[in-house]
């Protein structure tokens, strides 16, 4: 037998009991509750009167729905108010740790785990929310998962799942000028599409990996759904270590020795198997951004739309035709050339202080293109307040974007952050699905650096030039 | 849960790859906090076009569909459980595809509807009897499509997952029953081994001065 995986390892050590099926009921540490997720799995619970076991395995916070702007005023009556009251409700009635919009720990699930060292090496952690794989970046099996499933958690502490298979990918070599994990995210889910990790949990690695910081790290598994996968992970290593120590609730004194010496035994062994193997040449990427409504349409920025005259497969030209009507878009023209409207930065993938300081870098002394309106949004209350104290606002506000408080905004259009019908988005989120951020709306992923370049060019540029 | 066994309907088709969880149920109505009556907000946008092309499940003999026949990837993206509560509250049963996003996937087990992949020729000729608006029937129990040239076409499902469907079983319900014990023993050696993953209420002082929400 092979050696094991990451992935193996922080599975077996959750397996309550295996049933003769072949599936397992596995342990869960860690659960981040939201808004839009958990009303009806606390219902559940409410209904059937049963327990929640365990309240201090579950932190509450409200990230969806909550305005950017005028944090400092209660909510207007609304549906968005009474999801966030619903929420302090339960957390109040189940004893779970509930952190209000205006606080200062306040922000995106993803974003807020990581900061208050709730998400840790080795540790399963869920969440009602699919970018949940975002925390395994510390290698964590982190997974999301829907509310049916929260209310297991809530009654159970375990949920009954079936082990994926193992995929990993290898990334070989150092960033180029102007790439960044997105770009390498982005450029792995146009190569093995939305569906190519169904069933596999990713492992992240190879020798790209000891370049990334920890925050890159969690941009390039963030994504990891949008491969298919809600896994994937990266081994810990002394980037992970030193970016958990001293958080708030990250362990300390001898346990933190206890915790770290078991985190060092976490990467994959190796003679250990995957069932399968990408690879990707870092070196000879460049920054990509998509055209379609779904993130596998994506394409270097030196390219043009695609003519779906050229694509022999029926099925492909069909959703290709689909796609550049609903985009708005005319075959064969350079992507450079697409004009926009909008700018988002921020998201749980892209709204970090490392992606405001890219992005800051770029429209320093420089102004937004007249016909754009910009926005950046930061992932947390933590990363607002480190970026004014490094002046990034000034940066931003000084070129024409607008400042605003943390929550997931304009990535999913619950609040009043939205597109348009027919406005186009230069975006760093996650997800280009039609009307993902408004009604009729359209919009281009992209890294944060590349967010900027477009937001001062006016349309979609390649950050390499801009620079 | 309302359990799953045999379904004979129109099957309506949807010859589309990728149809994600914001297709199914946009984003704007998740602020709401029921998980019934949610049907009317599925496929918002494709049922209510600006042009008026009417969306398959407002065409006839597909309005009342119990089926949905559909292409790769059905359900990806966002893990939102209302994309299964507005299906089955419109009256979807079962969903045919040749792939599903995973989490849509296990949500649906979690809601009486059962998700099909059939790939290949089977998918097409399943597809094409949707599109003839020929009823089709999928039986749980012998794990079938019989179409109504008689043909029977067979798919898997995990044994768990069948019997929780045929039975209408609370999955909760059954590990609080049978296993609450392991899970106890379990939590304690956890315990034990990895202390650090369990928050004391020390840790947890750390919210204690979080401050009043407004409104
Ligand atoms: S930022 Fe976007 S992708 Fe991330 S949790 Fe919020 S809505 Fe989901």
Redesign the interface.
């Known amino acids: 037998m092979g050696g094991r995986t990451l992935y193996d390892k922080v599975w077996d050590a959750h397996v309550v009991r295996e049933y003769d099926d072949g599936t397992s009921l596995l342990y869960i540490d860690r659960h981040l509750v939201q808004e839009v997720s958990s009303p009806q799995a606390f219902e559940g619970l409410k209904d059937s009167g049963r327990r929640l076991r365990r309240p201090q395995a579950h932190i509450s916070v409200a990230d969806h729905a909550v305005p950017t702007l005028h944090r400092g005023r209660p909510l207007a009556p609304g549906l968005a108010a009474s999801q966030v009251q619903r929420l302090r409700e339960n957390s109040a009635r189940y004893e779970i740790p509930y952190i209000p919009m205006r606080d200062r720990r306040h922000g995106i699930v993803h974003v807020i785990g990581p900061e208050l060292g709730f998400t840790l090496p080795g540790a399963t952690l869920v969440c009602g929310d699919s970018h949940t794989c975002t925390h395994g970046a510390f290698g964590a099996l982190a997974f999301g998962i829907g509310s049916s499933e929260c209310e297991s958690v809530f009654a159970t502490q375990t949920l009954r799942q079936r082990k994926q298979k193992r995929m990993r990918v290898l990334l070989q070599g150092a960033l180029p000028d102007g790439v960044t994990v997105k770009d390498m995210i982005l450029a792995l889910i146009a190569k093995i599409g939305t569906g190519g990790g169904n069933g596999h949990a990713i492992e992240y690695a190879g020798s790209t990996i000891g370049y990334l910081s920890q925050e890159a790290r969690m941009t390039l598994c963030n994504m990891s759904i949008e491969a298919g996968s809600r896994v994937g992970m990266i081994a810990p290593d002394e980037t992970t270590i030193a970016y958990v120590k001293g958080r708030p609730l990250a362990p300390a004194g001898e346990m933190w020795e206890r915790a770290v010496a078991e985190w060092r035994s976490l990467p994959s062994d190796p003679d250990a198997v995957f069932d399968r193997q990408v690879d990707i040449d870092v070196s000879a990427l460049v920054p990509h951004v998509s055209w379609g409504t779904t993130p596998q349409e994506t394409l270097p920025v030196t390219a043009s739309v695609p003519d779906p005259a050229l694509e022999s497969d029926p099925a492909r030209r069909t959703r290709m035709e689909r796609s550049i009507a609903y985009m708005g878009l005319t075959p064969g023209m350079p992507l450079t050339q697409i004009p926009i409207d909008r700018v988002f930065i921020g998201s749980c993938t892209n709204g970090r202080i490392e992606d405001l300081r890219l992005a800051a870098a770029v429209v320093r002394g420089r102004k937004v293109a007249g016909r754009v309106t910009a926005i950046v949004v930061p992932g947390s209350a933590t990363v607002r307040v480190q970026a004014e104290e490094e002046g990034l606002d000034r940066v931003f506000r000084e070129a024409g974007f607008e400042w605003r408080d943390a929550g997931c905004s304009m990535c999913v259009a619950m609040n009043d952050d939205r597109l348009s019908e027919g406005e186009r988005c230069a975006s760093t989120s996650n997800r280009n699905f039609e009307g993902r951020q408004g009604i009729g709306g359209r919009t281009h992923l992209m890294s944060p650096e590349m967010a900027a370049a477009a937001a001062i060019a006016g349309h979609l540029a390649d950050i390499r030039e801009v620079r | 849960m309302e359990s799953f066994t045999r379904l004979t309907s129109a099957a309506a088709p949807l010859p589309?790859?990728?149809i994600?969880t914001?297709?199914i149920f946009?984003?704007?109505f998740?602020?709401?906090?029921?998980?019934k009556g949610l049907g009317k907000h599925a496929f918002h946008?494709r049922r209510h076009r600006k042009d008026g092309v009417p969306f398959v499940l407002d065409i006839p003999p597909w309005t009342g569909a119990r089926i949905l026949v559909t292409?790769?990837?059905f359900g990806?993206?966002?893990?939102?459980?209302h994309a299964?509560w507005a299906l089955a509250d419109f009256g979807i049963r079962c969903v045919i595809a040749e792939?599903f996003?995973?989490?849509f996937y296990?949500?649906c087990f979690?809601?009486g509807t059962l998700p099909v992949v059939a790939r290949g020729e089977e998918h097409a000729a399943i597809m094409s009897e949707a599109q003839a608006g020929r009823e089709i029937t999928v039986d749980l129990p012998t794990q079938s499509v019989v179409l109504a040239s008689g043909r029977s076409i067979g798919f898997d499902i995990?044994?768990?997952r069948k019997r929780s469907l045929l039975l209408g079983l609370d999955?909760?319900?059954s590990?609080?029953a049978d296993?609450?014990p392991?899970?106890a023993a379990?939590?304690n050696r956890?315990r034990g081994a990895?202390?650090?993953?369990?928050?004391?209420?020390g840790?947890?002082a750390?919210?204690a001065d979080?401050?009043?929400?407004?409104?």
């Open positions: 589309e790859a990728d994600d914001d297709i946009p984003a704007r998740l602020l709401l906090l029921d998980r946008e292409q790769a990837n990806t993206g966002s893990s939102r459980e299964v792939s996003g995973e989490i296990a949500n979690k809601n995990e044994p768990h999955e909760i319900g590990i609080l296993d609450e392991e899970i379990f939590e956890h990895r202390p650090w993953l369990f928050l004391s209420k840790q947890l750390y919210f979080t401050i009043e929400e407004l409104g």
